[in-house]
């Protein structure tokens, strides 16, 4: 398979093949993220697509792929279906294609768009919403309003994909950590997704936010205060089924708990661990990883 760079995916794209169609993120942009900073935007060609499909074709048993790398809606629409199709014909079995995607190349496609791609098998769509507080998407750099995050889920959701979206406890640092977690709380229910992945910021060197850290422009919460954040994002959202986790190696607390069957239990949970300042079930630092 022919790789360029580092490649990430969702934890739960384990067991997927990864198909890097594009390389980078094409917006590149946000103030936290260091994942595709060494990297210039492409879409690769077809050609090179169609070589890794033809050594995929020869594997056993893959069931789902993953597309790379940060942004692989982007691409456009006709270009999209080809792969996609492209996708079909060396792996006829699929049960499912994801992707991560930026809520601008979200409203850069059509609800038919979007719709015509789930038909062809692009069923799951990972967002990165990151908060709901206004001000802190401008800060970050995300390149989208509250408002535009919200449609993009929203469109996400009406073409019939499954949508699991992303936070970022932390983001905010201490003095915005309540808004943040409480702005937070109000895009997941404007938005309602089927998934909730909870991550604690990380600091990652040669970052604009990295930067602003070392020269005191922020401040980092306590390890408690990161909870206190989980524990009012999951106390004021409102979800009609959500399967919501903290599982990811940078979270101090990892919580799994269906929404909002299982809220009382987890705000229990969660509470119990804030008010007793309960280190044994923190994750080490030294555990902690991206
Ligand atoms: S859109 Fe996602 S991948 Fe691109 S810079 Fe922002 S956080 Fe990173």
Known sequence: MDYEGFIIRPPSEAYSLLLQISVGCSHNKCTFCGT?????????????????????????????VFLCDG????????????????????????????????AKSILRKSPEDLKKLNQMGLKMIYLGVETGNAELLKKI????????????????????????VTILLGVGG?????????????????????????????LIPQTPLYEDYI????????TFGYIRELYLIIANAVFTDCYFTS????????????????????????????????????????????
């Open 36 to 64: 595709y900073r060494q990297k210039r935007f492409k879409i690769k060609p077809l050609e090179t697509i169609e070589r890794d499909l033809k050594e995929a074709h020869t594997y056993k048993g893959v069931e789902k």
């Open 71 to 102: 942004d692989a809606l982007i691409i456009p629409q006709q270009k999209l279906e080809e792969i996609i199709s492209m996708i079909n014909k060396y792996l006829p079995h699929l049960k499912q294609i994801s992707t991560y995607a930026n």
């Open 141 to 164: 750099q995300k390149g989208v309003t509250y408002e535009q995050m919200v449609e993009a889920g929203r469109r996400v959701k009406d073409a019939g994909m499954i949508l699991s």
């Open 174 to 202: 201490i003095e915005k950590s309540i808004e943040h977690a409480l702005d937070t709380a109000k895009i997941l229910t404007d938005v309602d997704p089927d998934y909730v992945g909870a991550l604690t910021l990380m």
């Open 215 to 222: 020269v005191g422009r922020f401040a980092l919460p306590d």
């Open 247 to 290: 599982n990811h190696a940078s979270n101090y607390l990892p919580v799994k708990a269906y929404l909002p069957r299982q809220k009382e239990k987890i705000l229990k949970m969660i509470n119990a661990v804030i008010e007793a300042k309960d280190a044994t079930k923190i994750r080490p630092e030294y555990m902690r990883g991206l």
